[in-house]
């Protein structure tokens, strides 16, 4: 084993990549190692470098070939395949392996090895099949046994704990591969005793004195299948006969066992544990999947500014993802709301009044400002956590989900989000249709489809079209027994109310301003609805003295 590959093996890359530096003339094979030492401890692309070489040794090549014939070339191509699986560049990566696998037989056994589990985790990543029946076909005509791969690597003085990690994820590729295709199959019966039979081929004692330890390779798809059948007990089982229990796929499942069960402190210090485990800073394949769910974790405990900090950056990494998208917009949201509350208590002399302005003889008050008006009056420099880049998330998801049945629910999710954001940034119409596509679907829950039909009505209203929110209105109250729901009543109320308003039936107003007088009366949303309505019928004695009641009646 050279010099180099003992630093590289033993994990010394600042000491390699100074030998590296030193090299005055270096050649192709040492400026390869160089730009993946480099990577390895910065996270810096090596493409740029690897594309350079390739493109040298194409110019190089004197007789016009796909396939040039230097030592080195295989690897480059292989290495570029590998980076832009990582980044999650599939296209690129899936070009480059079609390349790659049209001169399978120009290759050294050991990367046409490596290209094949590539292309299997590709296919267990993106559903990608198009070479996968090369790849088990190669493994199995030129690695009929373990024995077969450990001596072939061996002689290549590859590191031992490297060999026997590669040998292990050669043995249980097929598991890994038909264990991904079932769980993004839909569960029926079928798939349920399929993922019950896989999972019978090991028994798995719940003794931990007498359990067998597995290696991680197949520790992985086994616990993915315990989780797709919802058994937690067999899931958690699985993950503790891991025979590296730190390794950061381990800490990662041990993290969703707890977010799973809403235990989300101890969720978070495995997810960081994992994520932490990371050679460099890099947020890439399989990294970003650590950082996805430290992000729902923080979302879950009500942390949303810390939450988008790690689901923001890997956008680029999970662009297709609907859910990403959709939690992206639960991050803002939430913010948004924390934000305007916290801006009321700081700008505001109470819920109801902005600003108390006195003279000698006369006291004047300020209303306050509608919730985004204030949030972008006072919103922090540099920040994506605005309405707009919400509402792109919303519809980003929506386009994502299409009409798959599977993803129905990430829609509707979606879709409400929207149809609020909407109105926030006062597109009615928008509003108005995304709360009626959720509300006509019958699969959606009762207060999913109460808040559809507001955000739809309300929506309407802001667009003048008052008979039609008036219409949504009275049919959920038919629809609805809202005396059993405190909060939906004065919702309900409140926005039939505006709609009286603004139709000008004082008699609808007067009634449902009433309701909430007798539910609650310290309702900030009910007293300025109550003062606008005595405003618009120019009673001012009455709107500050429903002012100043609630001012009397509330210490804040």
């Not at 667009?463 to 909060?487: A, F, H, Q, W």
């Amino acid at each position: 084993m050279s010099v180099y590959q003992q630093l590289f093996y033993h994990g010394k890359y600042d000491k390699l990549l100074n030998e590296l530096l030193a090299i005055q003339d270096r050649s192709v094979q040492e400026t390869h190692n160089l730009a993946i030492t480099r990577y390895l401890i910065t996270g810096d692309s090596p493409l740029p470098e690897l594309q350079k070489l390739v493109d040298s040794i194409k110019a190089e090549t004197l007789a016009q070939t796909s396939w040039p014939t230097h030592p080195s070339y295989a690897l480059l191509m292989y290495h570029i395949c590998l980076y832009y699986f990582r980044s999650s560049n599939y296209q690129n990566c899936i070009k480059n392996l079609n390349n790659i696998w049209a001169n399978i037989d120009k290759i050294d056994k050991v990367i046409g090895l490596c290209v094949s589990l590539l292309t299997i985790e590709l296919a267990i990543r993106t559903g990608e099949n198009e070479n996968i029946e090369k790849a088990f076909n190669f493994i199995q005509s030129n690695f009929q046994t373990p024995e077969s791969i450990t001596s072939l690597l061996a002689s290549k003085n590859i590191d031992g704990q490297i060999v026997k990690e590669i040998s292990q994820n050669v043995q249980y590729a097929k598991l890994r591969y038909d264990v991904s295709q079932l769980i993004n199959k839909p569960m029926d019966e079928e798939v349920r005793n399929q993922l019950e039979e896989i999972l019978s081929q090991k028994e798995i004692t719940p003794d931990s004195k007498n359990r067998s330890p597995m290696s991680i390779a197949q520790v992985l798809p086994l616990a993915c299948a315990a989780l797709r059948l919802g058994d937690q007990m067999r899931f958690q089982t699985v993950l503790e006969t891991a025979d590296d229990a730190v390794n950061f796929s381990i800490l990662n499942n041990r993290g969703i066992s707890e977010l799973l069960q809403k235990r989300y402190s101890s969720a978070l210090l495995h997810f960081t544990k994992s994520l932490n485990s990371r050679p460099n800073n890099e947020l890439i394949y399989p990294y970003h999947q650590v950082a996805y769910n430290l992000g729902i974790s923080l979302l879950m405990k009500h942390q949303p500014q810390n939450a988008f900090q790690f689901l923001y950056p890997i956008i680029p990494l999970m662009s297709r993802s609907p859910y990403l998208w959709l939690r992206l917009a639960e991050c803002i949201v939430m913010y948004y709301k924390d934000r305007i509350q916290e801006l009321r208590k700081q700008t505001q002399v109470n819920s109801v009044i902005a600003k108390k302005l006195s003279t000698e003889s006369r006291t004047f008050y300020i209303l306050p400002l509608p919730d985004n008006k204030l949030f972008d009056q006072y919103k922090t420099q540099n920040s994506n956590m605005t309405l707009e880049f919400a509402e792109k998330c919303t519809r980003n998801a929506i386009t994502l989900c299409g009409y798959n049945p599977q993803l129905n629910s990430v829609r509707r999710a979606s879709e409400l989000l929207c149809s609020f954001i909407s109105l926030e940034l006062g597109d009615g119409k928008r509003a108005a249709d995304m709360g009626k596509t959720v509300t006509a679907d019958n699969t959606v829950d009762n207060q999913q489809k109460f808040l559809a039909k507001i955000y739809s009505a309300q929506g309407h209203l802001m667009v003048g079209e008052s008979e039609e929110s008036s219409k949504i209105l009275s049919r959920l109250l038919i629809e609805n027994d809202l005396k059993k729901e405190k909060d939906q009543l004065i919702r309900h109320a409140l926005t039939f109310a505006r709609v009286g308003m603004a139709t000008n039936d004082t008699k609808r107003v007067e009634n449902q301003l009433q309701k909430v007088s007798d539910t609650d009366q310290k309702k900030p949303e009910w007293v300025l609805t109550n003062i606008a309505f005595e405003l618009q019928r120019r009673h001012v004695r009455q709107a500050h003295q429903i002012l100043l009641n609630y001012c009397n009646s509330n210490t804040e």
